[in-house]
């Protein structure tokens, strides 16, 4: 039996390259999770056969990118991009910008340390105000 914790990793691997697919911007700045639902499943799929496959290699987990994974991924964006479009929220014109990558010069707080911080943002959303 495969250890649990790197059957959960995989897991998680799956749900968060999903997302990543739902809220990236086609040409026009479009989202994919704007389009119809079929588009939607079928880009994902596509996605996962030409990029995922290849790239996770033996950590690749058939039976985590099927049919039912894929929908229970969409509705949860589906739901996520609702309520943060919403007036109570960010508004319906916020941008969403998966996988964004960060730097921030935070100046000497010591000198024998680094000053930039650094990361990767899983879905930064601006309103906006920017």
Request: one cysteine or more.
């Amino acid at each position: 039996m495969e250890n649990k914790w790197d059957y959960q990793a995989a897991a998680g691997t799956a749900i968060h390259y999903i997302l990543q697919q739902y809220f990236t911007k086609d040409e026009s700045g479009k989202i994919l999770g704007d389009s119809e639902r079929n588009i939607i499943i079928d880009t994902i799929k596509n996605k996962i056969d030409s990029d995922l496959k290849e790239s996770l290699g033996s950590r690749y987990r058939e039976n985590l990118y099927n049919d039912v994974t894929i929908e229970q991924a969409i509705i949860y964006a589906d739901l996520l991009k609702s309520k943060l479009r919403s007036p109570d929220m960010y508004g319906p014109n916020c941008e969403f910008y998966p996988e964004l990558s960060v730097s921030h010069k935070l100046g000497k707080i010591d000198p024998n340390k680094p000053d930039t911080l650094m990361g990767i943002i899983d879905l930064a959303v601006l309103d906006s105000k920017g």
